[in-house]
């Protein structure tokens, strides 16, 4: 589930770890009730800093995502549809945002791009 | 808590060439504290110095909230020191090395160190002298852990490592931070393995301490500007003209590639709300550009140095 | 019980002890090969003559020996230190000067193994010598002034090993240079001061170490196994 993390991204670890998991829980990956990696464990699987593993749990149960158990672990609280909706639109927002910071270093305008999203989609519902 | 390294105004002369100039430096504690710099910037002596076993010329030196050198073997007792060069004696064996060592620490721990052996796949029994390069790394580190310290002190301690090797100390080192909770200060020239577990990072370089921040600023704080509408030759200063100065600090200034082109500009210390400088002052921000930390790290190395200086 | 530094001195000199070991085992034996009563009985005096005029030729080994085997002590002592740079032992949380004294006394102890092989050898040439009349055997007191010796060459020379070797050289030609000195300055300073007794400052400072009570004088007394 944490493939995709990348120590080189300006973005802090522990902000990418928790944003993943926020979006695991919005997309249905997670359930409510299931556990997270030990910190120790997921700081060894990444080779990173334990405190930076802490720092994500830490903010995922200050927003509500998660419980930390002590002693038993972190585990996925549930939340509520509208919520999950919320982060699934933050989410696509800020592809959308990243998308369009992209086009417009290479001098993409709006309307190329709307143009070649509807393309894109055209072609996946044709097929 | 006490931080776990606070060094203040360390000066150290070798002759004409070498020196270490006014190092001020704090490694708060719980803390992995990254220290970067070239080869020859002085991380080796400044670590020495911090183990009391140089004297400096001037400048005071605690370590886990205790002065060194006045109070170096409460220190030591709770200190794990990797060296540059492995410090074991090389006619004793593995095994007979660890008794050794395990003689003078009240803490040791002997089931870490024999789950550390079967982890690293040393053979209690080999020669030191007949240990491979990696090897001899693992026991270095063996040996540090097994005392259970409360701050591990790493001097390069995968320089000249294979990829495995690297990978199997670098995790020891921070399953033994999340398991203990300890300190760690660890220097490096290799920018992209620090950057993955260090919460602090210094920078040396020449003798200097260039720079002193969490990674996480340093890394977001470097940035490339794309800049348009500046005249040649005018200093990032310059151009603030009467609003002020600029809020970030320019490291380098890269002319334009043609006439309309944006010029490049590296910032150091950036932050997003800076962008409503530059209208102030007539120029066009184009685009601001994420540096990766050895990039921003090559950087800040060159605006700090003399233009037209080659170092090794 | 393990003393590591004990250990690590061992160690470092096990093998060069050994033969130590034997040489302090076997003189005794041999320098009583001159020895023995002779089919018919002579003259007291002839037997003690011979006595004496045989064990004279093996006497100046038994300090060359001691002062041999604490030279070879005290260097071996900080031998692995040196080529680390003495790194580990800086890294090991006891005070300094505690490390340097159980260093110290470790060499010390390893000093027992040649004493009591020559003290073995001592007793065993002993008793297997039958001794003429008003003739006495001193083994104990033989081992004895041996490691006492060799503790004596160890202790003066286990500070100098700890230096580096620049200090050492510093030393050691630092005190060549006063000894030639106060030899050339004798002469001079004789018809300068007449009256003074001893104007050979090198040559008194010898002396007082060199007879009892200088610590030197271990050396130079008495070595005899056998004397009256």
């Not at chain 2, 530059?278 to 120029?283: R, S």
Request: proline share 6%; glycine share 8%; with cysteine.
């Amino acid at each position: 589930m944490f493939d995709d993390i990348d120590p080189r991204s300006p973005t802090p670890l522990y902000e990418q770890i928790a944003a993943r998991v926020r979006m695991a829980v919005a997309a249905g990956e997670l359930a409510a009730g299931d556990g997270l990696p030990s910190v120790r464990a997921l700081s060894h699987t990444l080779r990173i800093n334990p405190a930076t593993v802490v720092q994500a749990y830490r903010d995922l149960a200050l927003d509500g995502f998660v419980e930390i158990r002590h002693g038993q672990g972190t585990f996925v609280r549930e939340v509520a549809a509208p919520r999950r909706a919320d982060e699934r639109a933050a989410q696509a927002t800020e592809l959308v945002r990243q998308l369009l910071q992209s086009a417009a270093r290479v001098g993409i305008g709006v309307e190329e791009l709307t143009r070649a999203f509807r393309s894109q989609t055209g072609a996946e519902t044709r097929e | 808590m006490s931080d776990a390294i606070e060094i203040t105004g360390l000066a150290w002369k070798a002759g004409q060439s070498f020196a270490l100039r006014d190092i001020t430096l704090r490694a708060p504690a719980a803390s992995i504290y990254g220290f970067l710099g070239p080869n020859g910037s002085g991380k080796t002596t400044t670590i020495r110095m911090l183990m009391g076993m140089m004297k400096p010329d001037r400048g005071n030196i605690r370590v886990l909230g205790m002065g060194v050198p006045q109070q170096m073997p409460q220190i030591l007792a709770r200190v794990g020191y990797v060296p540059e060069r492995p410090h074991v004696y090389p006619a004793l064996t593995v095994a007979e090395h660890v008794r050794y060592h395990a003689s003078f620490f009240p803490r040791w721990d002997a089931p870490t160190s024999r789950d550390l052996m079967v982890r690293f796949g040393l053979d209690p029994a080999q020669r030191i002298s007949r240990l491979s390069k990696g090897e001899a790394g693992k026991l270095l580190l063996l040996l540090t852990l097994s005392q259970r310290p409360d701050l591990l002190v790493l001097d390069e301690p995968t320089d000249g490592l294979d990829p495995v090797v690297r990978r199997d100390v670098l995790s020891a080192v921070l399953d033994y931070v999340g398991d203990a909770g300890a300190s760690v200060f660890i220097s490096s020239h290799l920018v992209h393995e620090l950057e993955r577990i260090c919460d602090w990072v210094g920078v040396l370089d020449g003798g200097s301490l260039v720079a002193e921040l969490p990674m996480q600023a340093f890394k977001n704080g470097i940035k490339r500007l794309r800049v348009a509408g500046a005249a040649a030759g005018e200093s990032a200063s310059g151009l603030a003209g009467d609003p002020g100065r600029a809020p970030f600090t320019l490291l380098t200034r890269e002319p334009a590639d043609a006439p309309a082109s944006p010029e490049t500009w590296i910032v150091r210390g950036w932050e997003d709300s800076m962008r409503a400088w530059f209208a102030g002052v007539g120029l066009e921000l184009r685009d601001v550009v994420d540096l990766d930390l050895e990039d921003g790290f090559v950087e800040l190395l060159r605006s700090s140095r003399p233009s037209g200086e080659a170092r090794s | 019980m393990y003393e590591p530094l004990l250990f690590i001195h061992w160690k470092q000199v096990r093998i060069a002890l050994l033969p130590f070991a034997v040489a302090a085992f076997a003189l005794p034996l041999l320098s009583i090969q001159g020895l023995g009563a002779p089919p018919g009985a002579s003259g007291l005096a002839l037997d003690a003559y011979r006595a004496s005029a045989a064990l004279e030729i093996w006497l100046p080994l038994y300090p060359t020996l001691a002062a041999a085997l604490g030279v070879t002590l005290a260097l071996s002592a900080w031998n692995w230190d040196h080529q680390l740079k003495h790194v580990h032992a800086l890294s090991l949380p006891i005070p300094r000067w505690q490390y340097v004294l159980r260093k110290m006394a470790a060499g010390a102890a390893l000093a027992l193994v040649p004493a009591l092989a020559l003290w073995a050898g001592a007793l065993l040439a002993t008793a297997s010598v039958s001794l003429p009349e008003g003739l006495h055997a001193y083994p104990t007191q033989l081992a004895l002034r041996f490691l006492l010796a060799t503790l004596v060459a160890y202790a003066l020379l286990f500070a100098l090993a700890a230096g580096t070797v620049r200090t050492t050289t510093v030393v050691v030609l630092g005190l060549t240079v006063f000894v030639i000195l106060v030899g050339l300055l004798a002469a001079p300073l004789a018809t300068l001061f007449p009256t003074l007794d001893r104007v050979n400052l090198a040559q008194w400072l010898m002396e007082s170490l060199v007879e009892a009570p200088g610590p030197l004088e271990v050396f130079t007394g008495t070595w005899s196994l056998i004397d009256v």
